[in-house]
């Protein structure tokens, strides 16, 4: 089975998994969806999305920071094509076939072989590969010519020509029989004794058996928690009604679909926060028209000005984060939201600009 094929027949099976801290992608075993503990980052929910899932938050339900593993619960349907963990023995020289979301590339699949089948780090045998991982395809899964299950991509050593490593697939089968003989949820792995600890019974953020620190309750315990102009960002969606977990892309990113318009709004290390709403193409007649339009409805605009960046027509909103406020980032965030679909649809319909074709991530 070549690499396209067992894309093609897997693909709904592989999650994108979003955190304000990055993403990374996570895969479908039975009734569980499997990726990186370093993937959730710690939290005790993410946002997720697939071929067949809708952008959603989803419950992480047991975090294994020995291990690096983490199960995520959500409902879905039943799939056609279900992956399903390997029981065959990893030999060097098999061909290994990575799938995952790497920078944001969604389902990226790349091929290569398996340079060593069992390389010892910390303890802990891993599947050495040379097929191209790369961040973002921490959590997803490494498949065999076969298309089965034979390890969860881990980590990569940095500035090296293609050296990954994957979690064999029998720790996987291990962690998820011992999860499952558990018979709850919201479960914690003490890296230092090795029990499954669960997060109920946890007082102080210390494991109950041997006294450990356990960091990862204590994330999951004070969770995602903006700060600053982040924050007074984040109130402002809220009261504008956006689902702000949603809606967030990484700490200091957010993306609001607003009818036919999709705006990005982004908070710069220069103290910079950009509304953009990516409008529409110009379209190879007509274009002083256009022009003539745009420049006639700027002098109307308050808060918002229209640009043209390459041939994409932009309606955004600037401001500074000591200036921004309240009252008056609602006010602009409301225009932007509102005026942005209306010129997208009087741009499209009545000057015949190009409608702008949008990936597949996010349905």
Known sequence: MNTQIILD????NIIQIMTPYGTGTGFIIGDLIITNSHVVGGLSEVVISSKQIKRAIAQVI?????YDLAFISSDYVVLKNPLKLSTKMVKNGDIAVAIGHPYGLNYTATEGIVSKASRLYEDLEYIQIDAAINPGNSGGPLLNEDGEVIGVNTFIIQ????????LPYFY???TIKNFKSENDTNIIKCPSCKNLIKEKKI???????CGTKLEVAKQRRKGYNPTGATKLMEEILDSLNVNV???????????????????EINYYENGIIIGDAKLCRLPKENINKIYDYLLSENKK?????????????YLSYLIVDSSLTFDEGKIALEKLFSLADKYDEILINKYNTIKLKRDEEDN
């Open 9 to 12: 027949k897997y693909v709904d």
């Open 62 to 66: 047991y975090d294994d920071p020995d």
């Open 159 to 166: 500035n090296a020509n293609n050296l990954g490593f994957a």
């Open 172 to 174: 996987v089968d291990e």
């Open 203 to 209: 007082k102080n953020d210390y494991c109950p058996e």
């Open 245 to 263: 977990t949603l809606a967030r892309r990484s700490q200091a990113s957010w993306r609001v679909d607003h009818g036919s318009a999709r705006i």
């Open 301 to 313: 605009l308050t808060y918002l000005q229209f640009s043209i960046n390459e041939n994409s027509i």
